[in-house]
């Protein structure tokens, strides 16, 4: 009924994240936001449109520019479940760049490298190798033993 209210973009928003459109969710959002602008506005209903508009960045897999966003609507209010929101995706990155770092054919370089400087005799060098190693196939058992 009232298409200046913030709320009602939010409203639209949500509806399309649940349709998983998310590129419409955050156009509603943005058009929710710029109604804002040079206006008295609500700071709660505000930071409330940033987060479902985080939340569709995120759900489309823009990570950092969904942690900009809650960022930014964390400013304009200091509300719990957007801090949760956030921290929930800062975890959920940095599992998703460890998974990415993850590569078995890496860490047997570096087992291999690890493996000739401790011949060499520098035993600081190999366990540096041999950590990097690790970080790249954790489950590489080997590794570990070398290491020890």
């Given at each position: 009924?009232?298409?200046?209210?913030?709320?009602?973009?939010s409203?639209?928003?949500?509806?399309?994240?649940?349709?998983?459109?998310?590129?419409?969710?955050i156009?509603f959002?943005?058009?929710g936001?710029?109604?804002?602008?040079?206006?008295?506005?609500?700071?709660?209903?505000?930071?409330?449109?940033?987060?479902?508009k985080?939340?569709a960045?995120?759900?489309?897999?823009?990570?950092?520019?969904?942690?900009?966003?809650?960022?930014?609507?964390?400013?304009?209010?200091?509300?719990?479940?957007?801090?949760?929101s956030?921290?929930?995706?800062?975890?959920?990155?940095?599992?998703?760049?460890?998974?990415?770092?993850?590569?078995?054919?890496?860490?047997?370089a570096?087992k291999?490298?690890?493996?000739?400087?401790?011949?060499?005799?520098?035993?600081?060098?190999?366990?540096?190798?041999?950590?990097?190693?690790?970080?790249?196939d954790?489950?590489?058992v080997?590794?570990?033993?070398?290491?020890?």
């Amino acid at each position: 009924m009232n298409p200046d209210e913030v709320i009602y973009y939010s409203n639209i928003g949500a509806c399309y994240i649940e349709m998983k459109q998310f590129d419409a969710a955050i156009e509603f959002c943005d058009k929710g936001i710029a109604s804002t602008k040079g206006k008295n506005y609500d700071f709660v209903k505000l930071a409330k449109v940033m987060a479902r508009k985080a939340s569709a960045l995120e759900k489309k897999g823009q990570m950092e520019d969904a942690l900009e966003v809650y960022r930014k609507a964390l400013l304009e209010n200091n509300d719990p479940t957007i801090k949760q929101s956030m921290k929930n995706l800062e975890k959920a990155k940095k599992d998703a760049e460890a998974k990415a770092y993850i590569n078995p054919e890496i860490a047997e370089a570096h087992k291999a490298k690890g493996g000739e400087l401790f011949k060499a005799g520098d035993f600081p060098g190999a366990i540096k190798e041999y950590e990097e190693g690790l970080r790249r196939d954790p489950k590489n058992v080997a590794i570990y033993c070398n290491r020890a």
